[in-house]
Antibody, heavy 115, light 108 residues
Framework: QMQLQESGPGLVKSSETLSLTCTVS????????WNWIRQTPGKGLEWIGY???????NYNPSLKSRVTISLDTSKNHFSLRLSSVTAADTAIYYC?????????WGQGTMVTVSS | EIVLTQSPGTLSLSPGERATLSCRAS???????LAWYQQKRGQAPRLLIY???SRATGIPDRFSGSGSGTDFTLTISRLEPEDFAVYYC?????????FGQGTKLEIK
């Protein structure tokens, strides 16, 4: 069965760019919508955006100016870049497949923004 | 953006009892694109219900969803010990997708 796994630095300096990758195993990335979501104690679950297998993207307006989500079909993974991070971007970041809503999730990765 | 408000914030029940969780939307959810998730400590959310009332693969039939428009309900008919967790609703009918703040289901 399909599995997703997030990877990337757990610590990012303030004002720099957060970069995470979600590797898809047990199936092809060449279908579906691929999402990023984050979770903080204060704001709960926040949808960041998605990339469709065709390359079409859709972002949360609250983050749109700083977010890029892309996919690499040759590597069967998709990625998140969030620029100009601040302490408010400290969160657990999840990737998820969207078929019937968000039906498969990665385990999540904690990212801390340090000053 | 559609704001989802879940109630109650915390629900204290005993195993074997029935749980009823509510999710109210600030505007109508398109095509009943409303989902429910269960999250246990240290784990990712798990999809329970999509399309307001369809159970996801492998979800026991004690979980059921209902509702349309702006009012939705998740019902757990008879609580098992493993059901005590936090539950979130989410709408995916309009962008940006949004989540409720969660209902914590705790053992009484």
């Amino acid at each position: 069965q399909m599995q997703l796994q997030e990877s990337g630095p757990g610590l990012v300096k303030s004002s720099e760019t957060l970069s995470l990758t979600c590797t898809v195993s047990g199936g092809s990335i060449s279908s579906y919508y691929w999402n990023w979501i984050r979770q903080t104690p204060g704001k709960g679950l926040e949808w960041i955006g998605y990339v469709y297998y065709s390359g079409t993207t859709n972002y949360n307006p609250s983050l749109k100016s700083r977010v890029t989500i892309s996919l690499d079909t040759s590597k069967n993974h998709f990625s998140l870049r969030l620029s100009s991070v601040t302490a408010a971007d400290t969160a657990i970041y999840y990737c998820a497949r969207q078929l019937r809503s968000l039906d498969i999730w990665g385990q999540g990765t904690m990212v801390t923004v340090s000053s | 953006e559609i704001v989802l408000t879940q109630s109650p914030g915390t629900l204290s029940l005993s195993p074997g009892e029935r749980a009823t969780l509510s999710c109210r939307a600030s505007q109508s959810v398109s095509s009943s694109y409303l989902a429910w998730y269960q999250q246990k400590r240290g784990q990712a959310p798990r999809l329970l219900i999509y399309g307001a009332s369809s159970r996801a693969t492998g979800i026991p039939d004690r979980f059921s969803g209902s509702g349309s428009g702006t009012d939705f309900t998740l019902t757990i008919s008879r609580l098992e010990p493993e059901d005590f967790a936090v539950y979130y609703c989410q709408q995916y009918g309009s962008s940006p997708y949004t989540f409720g703040q969660g209902t914590k289901l705790e053992i009484k």
